[in-house]
């Protein structure tokens, strides 16, 4: 029987906002972790086993108290932070994914792109929802965004999927390794000859194993077998059973967003392409009129939706 799709958990609410429009919208998961979570027991009665802080200089097990971070500079020296310090140094929760430029979709390599949430509008914000997703299939643009997540600022991309829009979380540029070095191995700095007949055999195993994205026909195979064996040792009574501990079941809520106000379209993207072009002249003249000019439409039109709290991320095993 196949399991009921149900509505996922709002993970943020806020707005995308560029130029002068705000788009109130709700970001949901886009993904669940799947991957099979062996526990820890203990043989010889079937207690849960846990984790401790341990010393690891004199092995002795420390308490949480007694535990500081720090940042190692350099080997064996270290800069310590309080908790204190970290959380002044949290970005700023904007409720807002501000799309700072909007870049051809190809231009970006896939091994940027990083945890994808699906967009949806909220309150009143269909109209101009569904004109930058149209926006951006026809320009084939997609937007670069930043965005502060659980009190960690990201880089994101935002791009139309059917109805509904994705911001994928993007990795930083200091994250992905630079294949220059790569290309300097033999394999790949040689040029290799290809014939003719190499091409078209190539061409035509392609063409005999080409077939529509069904991602339904991929499964993963040890997650399988381990289920059947889980199966079959239920049903013949190979169990055991682990003590029962006392768990925080308490769970974050996403909260509930202020409507935001959806005010004329037209006149707000005038407004907007009006913003920019003061901008750009004024740079020329004086640098700062641009900015007041900016800074009065965007107080005159501007409502962010109410900030909420983010619910946190769950890192996938």
């Not at 535990?67 to 190692?72: E, N, R």
């Not at 220059?180 to 392609?206: F, G, H, N």
Request: hydrophobic fraction near 40%; glycine fraction near 6%.
């Amino acid at each position: 029987m196949e399991k009921e799709e149900t509505l996922p958990r709002v993970i943020w609410k806020g707005a995308i906002a560029f130029g002068l429009v705000h788009v109130p919208v709700a970001l949901y998961s886009a993904t669940h972790g799947a991957a099979l979570d062996f526990d820890w027991l203990d043989k010889r009665n079937m207690d849960p086993v846990g984790y401790q802080r341990i010393n690891k200089v004199t092995g002795k097990v420390i308490e949480r108290e007694n535990v500081v971070k720090g940042l190692k500079y350099e080997p064996r020296k270290y800069v310590v932070f309080t908790d204190e310090e970290i959380r002044a140094s949290f970005p700023k929760a904007t409720q807002t994914v501000e799309i700072e430029s909007f870049v051809k979709a190809a231009d970006v390599p896939l091994s940027f792109f990083e945890k994808p949430y699906y967009v949806a509008p909220i309150n009143r914000g269909a109209k101009v929802f569904t004109l930058l997703r149209e926006t951006l299939v026809a320009s084939d643009r997609i937007g670069i965004a930043r965005v502060v997540i659980s009190n960690k600022q990201h880089l994101a991309a935002l791009y139309p999927q059917g109805k509904l829009l994705v911001l994928n979380l993007l990795r930083w540029s200091e994250e992905v390794r630079a294949p220059k070095a790569l290309l300097s191995l033999d394999t790949l700095s040689s040029d290799i000859a290809l014939t003719t007949t190499e091409k078209k055999m190539a061409a035509q195993l392609v063409k005999d194993l080409t077939a529509e994205w069904d991602p339904d026909a991929f499964k993963d195979d040890f997650k399988s077998d381990i289920m059947k064996l889980v199966a079959q040792r239920v049903k013949a009574g190979k169990t055991a059973t682990v003590s029962t501990l006392e768990t925080d079941t308490a769970s974050d809520s996403g909260g509930s967003g202020g409507s935001a106000e959806i005010i004329d379209l037209t006149d707000l993207l005038r407004r907007s392409l009006g913003a920019r072009k003061l901008a750009k002249s004024g740079a020329d003249s004086a640098p700062s009129s641009g900015k007041v000019a900016a800074s009065v439409l965007n107080k005159r039109t501007r409502t962010a939706a109410a900030p909420t709290p983010a619910a946190r991320r769950k890192r996938s095993a």
